[in-house]
């Protein structure tokens, strides 16, 4: 079953040094067992504060239980600022690994946004972050 959370209107983006959700929703996917493939996607408008090269941020999907998830693909993006608001979308697949102490586990999944070799200063418009279990190792 798909999960997902949003939140509307605009929110601002300024990070300096470590990575941070700056304001946006934590997804949890929960009863997932170890196997399980899940897709997470996260979709939304983006603008830097100013337009030019070295202006915007990145961004990448990450699971806050990282020890219980492997990544299957690419999980990292970047925003890089232009004129005007831009559509920014990534989806990255990711492996449960390990259950802690039930059959099942919940595990919450969140974009983290970052400097890097950019300003990371922006703004992010109709945030969306959206998972579902699309297969299993384990079929």
Do not use: H
Request: hydrophobic share 40%; aromatic share 8%.
């Amino acid at each position: 079953m798909p999960n997902f959370v949003s939140k509307s209107g605009v929110t601002d983006i300024n990070v300096g040094g470590d990575p941070s959700r700056s304001g946006t929703p934590l997804l949890e996917m929960r009863n997932l067992v170890p196997g399980n493939i899940v897709r997470i996607t996260s979709n939304f408008a983006a603008k830097a504060e100013e337009a030019g090269l070295a202006n915007g941020f990145n961004y990448e999907i990450g699971a806050v239980n990282a020890k219980e998830v492997t990544a299957l693909s690419p999980t990292d993006s970047v925003f890089q600022g232009s004129e005007g608001w831009q559509s920014c979308t990534v989806s990255a697949y990711f492996r449960i690994d390990a259950v802690t102490d039930s059959p099942t586990e919940d595990i919450d999944f969140e974009v983290l946004f970052g400097k890097g070799e950019l300003s990371g200063k922006g703004s992010v418009l109709n945030f969306l972050l959206f998972g579902e279990v699309v297969g299993s190792t384990m079929e």
